[in-house]
């Protein structure tokens, strides 16, 4: 199983962008889906982004929509979320993780997906 650890975090002002990586170690990372999720104190866990293997299929929930990108390379082990225009609403620890089916689920929740990484602490400050 690919070991997952997330990376970038930090604060950011208002309106700035972000870039956040997921980074695998061993297992065959190339074969595996990868999925972003958020969870701020107090609150559910929210999905963010997912992709395919191949990179060639993405989604977005309507909150992030038109702000986020997630892309991959895989001779890098390394999944990219590119974070713009943010907003005190993203502040977040924010995790990628792994379904257990090695698929994007549909639809994508984080009860479908077994393999986690440590999570990286992105704060937005108005």
């Known amino acids: 199983q690919v070991q997952l650890v997330e990376s970038g975090g930090g604060l950011v002002q208002a309106g700035g962008p972000r870039r956040l990586s997921c980074a695998g170690f061993?297992?065959?990372?190339?074969?595996?889906?990868i999925a972003w999720f958020r969870q701020a104190p107090g609150t559910e866990g929210e999905f963010v982004a997912a992709?395919?293997?191949?990179?060639?299929?993405?989604q977005y929930p309507d909150s992030v929509q038109g702000r986020f990108t997630l892309s991959r390379d895989n001779a890098k082990n390394t999944v990219y979320l590119e974070m713009n225009s943010l907003n005190p609403e993203d502040t977040a620890v924010y995790y990628c993780?792994?379904?257990?089916?090695?698929?994007?689920?549909?639809?994508?929740?984080?009860?479908?997906?077994?393999?986690w990484g440590q999570g990286t602490q992105v704060t937005v400050s108005s």
């Open positions: 993780a792994v379904p257990r089916s090695n698929l994007v689920p549909a639809p994508v929740r984080a009860t479908s997906f077994g393999n």
């Open positions: 061993g297992g065959t990372f190339s074969r595996d889906a």
């Open positions: 992709i395919s293997q191949g990179g060639a299929s993405k």
